[in-house]
């Protein structure tokens, strides 16, 4: 008797993957959301962790690879909810042939797959291949046996896929579900979305196309296919729309039970607004697993839209509070089987969901409100100042704006917003001139009567001023006397006013009896303002008075600020030369170094990095520093910051063969100065910016230092050697892995041999056992083994829900579990959806298959109240 097809989203997604494992591909776990690859902000495609691997720049894991790949597309978004199969994420399952395989073994395994194993008749089946692809037409004609009408050639548009612009491509072949095929063969029109649906494409990747659209062979002929998780679903599940499948449908009932609305019940209007959410939420869930944040820009703009667009749908279906927590939650009970990293990232992905949350909750009531105005004025057309005010004013997204007034059947004057904003950007900049008019602050209104300050400190660490000008305690004065927090403008100084990411220096002013101790300077339009408090003596305006910088400090900061530089150079040698700094900074103590990068700098590049860096520093560069004209230094190379405006004439700072820049900063004078270069960090800090911590110079002995504390201490603890503490430490992980491992084995039995006593408690309602007990000191799985157990041992009717504490001592952890026969479910309940409704009574939620699932819950005061809640509901459901 052959094996019932697979119709779950979980065993559709493992029979696909043992179907190929089966045939020589190698799993490969799923990538992240965010690429390596810059020429796309998120992962669109099963394939595009392959890129390199087609393109020949990595080398292949193996002759050919399966996986099953989360990805997001948004170009469409307008469509999610309204048809039946768009989707913002989706997963995507996909067999690699890396030149081993081609056309006719991928094709003749795709309808094996489609067939075989899944059930789907031949009668339903429907391809598509590109209209030039004679080949391919002729292998599913000859060899396949596919009807020749039921083979249908499409243009570039429908069968040439490409993961981007540029990259890998090649013609594809697609297979079809036909829901009428009773309608017949001739005729047949795949734009047809009621009566097809595309659900394997199969990408025949031959040519790579540059970015002049050019197509050149690639070396090796590569197969890359793409089956839609939640299209097969819907085929197999028999349901009219991938929402309604096992994969969305329990996040579409968890919104339901929030909105305290029935989806059979809504209007389309209804409906579309919690397919949204559904489809929504997994997609923010995973974005922010993957370590993406809500931000302004590119992928984390992409992130708080989707996120916006979940809050605003639920106040669309009445939630009127906070819910985003409830569906991170229920999203995460959803797919943390397939996905465990996000129950290690749970807290991090709702500590994100509900700072969004607030945040926009403020901007939609008050947005919401002027718009309602508006609306209510019943306007033909939504005007530019409106939605620009909307915009400007409460902080109101454009798009939202444009979705609330398609609600209503009106439309936005897009080019009166744009106009709008040019006349803002124009009072901005008409602001910035005039701004000087109104200064209120004392040193700003002293800052703007004076010139420029003469810089010496290129040349001098000590020079004899006068000071023009002084502030006491944020008052201008004519003098000032020890203890007083001043701030004094000389002539001309040696102090480096802080600029271009260094900090300013340190150092003392001093006269007869008078002694300044100068903590900082800064710059206030070329005005240099000293910072300091007076230790002894008195300081009047027009005084004469010898400034002195700290050396100790310049040289720090110059030995920093020089491999500042060193780094920008080695960046662009090992990770990529098109790198460019997004911001620095400068201390006497560290660097710090912001820049352009799509992806984390490995640990094996940083430690080129810092090897190249140090090399440079022992070869002993005499810098060179000249000034010229701002096109001449460009034509020579030196690198320029992006953004950032210049003079006419430029200051550069050439390290010869290493390193141009344009640098107002201070520097050694040569790179053996420098002494050591040392990384501490590297780290993401926004949207494609990455950052580089480290230390230089004399800075890199207190980090060893520091450092080489840690290892004592450590060594002393574990009474082992510096070079012993790293295998002592994973030797006590092990151990300590072995311990956890054995302890939760023996919890398990424990849970079993407890919940063995417990069969005898069931009690019949109608032909169904009815059992609910609370089962403390157990964790998760070993409550789900025990319920499993217990609906094993009653029967088809068995309806089992166990609630526990896994720490007894600990309140804020519940756990509840459901395990259903199958004459419950075929009764109605489903395990999944009814003890995530139970959850709620202990402050949390949950779900999972309808035979089994499990919840959590932060009130353990709440649990009995939630299990009674339990056993009434299901012996009205049952009885």
């Not at 090897?611 to 190379?637: C, D």
């Not at 079993?752 to 309602?765: C, E, N, T, Y």
């Not at 932060?858 to 649990?863: C, F, Q």
Request: net charge negative; with cysteine; glycine share 10%.
């Amino acid at each position: 008797m052959a094996a019932a097809a697979p119709r779950t989203g979980a065993e559709i997604r493992a029979a696909f993957l043992d179907f190929y494992e089966e045939r020589g591909h190698k799993p490969m776990a799923s990538a992240s959301l965010v690429p390596e690859d810059p020429t796309v902000l998120l992962t669109i495609a099963g394939m595009l962790p392959f890129k390199p691997v087609f393109l020949g720049q990595q080398q292949r894991p193996a002759p050919r690879a399966t996986s099953s790949q989360k990805c997001i597309r948004t170009n469409d978004i307008e469509n999610v909810g309204r048809t039946a199969r768009h989707h913002t994420f989706f997963e995507m399952l996909g067999n690699f042939s890396f030149g081993d395989y081609f056309k006719e073994q991928a094709i003749q395994w795709a309808w094996e797959l489609s067939t075989g194993v899944f059930g789907l008749s031949p009668k339903n089946l429907v391809v598509s291949v590109f209209r030039e692809d004679d080949e391919a037409e002729q292998i599913w004609r000859d060899v396949v046996g596919v009807n020749p009408k039921r083979i249908i050639r499409m243009d570039e548009a429908d069968n040439f896929w490409a993961s981007g612009p540029t990259g890998p491509c090649g013609p594809c072949s697609e297979i079809y579900y036909d829901f009428k095929p009773e309608l017949g063969d001739d005729g047949i029109d795949l734009e047809d979305d009621s009566r097809f649906i595309e659900f394997y494409n199969l990408v025949f990747m031959q040519y790579n196309r540059d970015a002049e659209g050019t197509l050149t062979p690639l070396a090796n002929r590569n197969i890359d296919t793409g089956m839609g998780l939640e299209r097969m679903a819907q085929i197999l599940q028999a349901v009219p729309n991938n929402y309604e499948t096992d994969l969305i449908y329990p996040l579409i009932e968890t919104a339901a039970q929030l909105a305290g609305v029935a989806y059979p019940a809504l209007d389309e209007k209804g409906k579309t607004s919690l397919k949204v959410i559904g489809d929504h939420s997994r997609a923010i869930t995973q974005l922010i697993c993957d370590g993406v944040t809500a931000s302004n820009l590119g992928r984390g703009y992409i992130l708080r839209r989707l996120l916006r667009r979940v809050v605003r749908h639920g106040r669309l279906l009445g939630i009127d509070k906070p819910f985003l927590t409830a569906m991170g939650e229920a999203s995460i009970a959803l797919m943390q089987s397939a996905y465990p990293q996000l129950v290690e990232r749970r807290e991090v992905i709702l500590a994100e969901l509900q700072r969004e949350e607030a945040r926009f909750l403020e901007t939609l009531e008050r947005g919401e409100k002027l718009l309602a105005d508006v609306l209510a004025a019943k306007p033909t057309q939504i005007s530019g100042d409106q939605a620009f005010e909307l915009y400007d004013t409460y902080g109101f997204p454009l798009e939202l704006t444009e979705e609330i007034a398609e609600e209503h059947g009106l439309t936005v004057d897009l080019e009166g917003f744009e106009a709008a904003m040019e006349a803002q950007r124009q009072r901005a900049k008409a602001a910035a001139v005039s701004i000087d008019l109104t200064l209120q602050e004392a040193i700003d209104q002293v800052a703007a009567d004076l010139e420029a300050t003469a810089f010496r400190g290129y040349e001098l660490l000590e020079q004899s001023s006068c000071v023009l000008a002084l502030v006491v305690n944020g008052e201008p004065a004519q003098r000032a006397v020890a203890g007083d927090s001043v701030q004094v403008v000389l002539d001309t100084t040696p102090f480096y006013g802080e600029g271009g990411g260094q900090v300013g220096d340190r150092g003392v002013l001093s006269g007869d009896e008078l002694i300044v101790a100068i903590d900082a300077v800064s710059r206030n339009r070329s005005v240099f303002v000293h910072s300091g408090r007076i230790e002894r003596g008195v300081l009047s305006l027009g005084d004469v008075v010898h400034g002195q910088v700290d050396r100790a400090c310049r040289r720090r900061a110059q030995a920093n600020h020089t491999a500042t530089h060193l780094l920008q150079a080695a960046l662009k040698q090992v990770v990529d030369p098109g790198i460019g700094q997004a911001g620095s900074l400068v201390d006497f103590d560290r660097l710090r170094f912001d820049f352009h990068c799509p992806r984390a700098v490995s640990a094996s590049e940083l430690e080129q990095i810092e090897v190249l860096i140090n090399g440079w520093i022992s070869e002993a560069h005499s810098l060179e520093v000249q000034e010229m004209a701002i096109e001449k230094a460009k034509a020579a190379g030196a690198v320029a910051m992006f953004g950032e405006k210049y003079a006419d004439v430029v200051r550069v700072v050439d390290v010869p063969g290493v390193s141009m820049e344009l640098c107002g900063g201070t520097h050694v004078a040569n790179t053996a100065e420098i002494g050591l270069f040392k990384i501490v960090s590297e780290s993401g800090v926004a949207a494609g910016i990455r950052r580089i911590e480290a230390v230089a110079g004399p800075a890199v002995l207190a980090y060893l230092n520091e450092r080489d504390g840690v290892v004592k201490q450590l060594g002393e603890r574990f009474k082992a050697q510096p070079a012993e503490i790293v295998d002592r430490v994973a030797q006590l992980a092990d151990e300590l892995k072995a311990s956890q491992k054995a302890l939760a084995a023996a919890r398990e039995e424990l849970a079993l041999a407890k919940s063995a006593a417990l069969a005898g408690q069931a009690l019949a309602v109608g032909e169904h056992q009815l059992l609910v007990a609370r089962l403390d000191g157990v964790e998760g799985g070993g409550l789900q083994s025990a319920a499993q157990g217990l609906a094993d041992q009653l029967g088809d009717g068995a309806a089992v829900v166990l609630g526990g504490l896994p720490d007894p001592a600990d309140l804020g952890k519940v756990i509840l579990v459901a395990a259903f026969g199958k004459t419950v479910i075929a009764a109605g309940p489903k395990a999944g959806a009814f003890i995530g409704g139970i959850a709620k009574a202990c402050g949390g939620g949950g779900g999972g298959r309808p035979n089994l699932a499990q919840a959590g819950g932060r009130d353990g005061a709440a649990l009995d109240g939630a299990l009674e809640q339990a056993r009434t509901e299901l012996t009205a459901a049952l009885g």
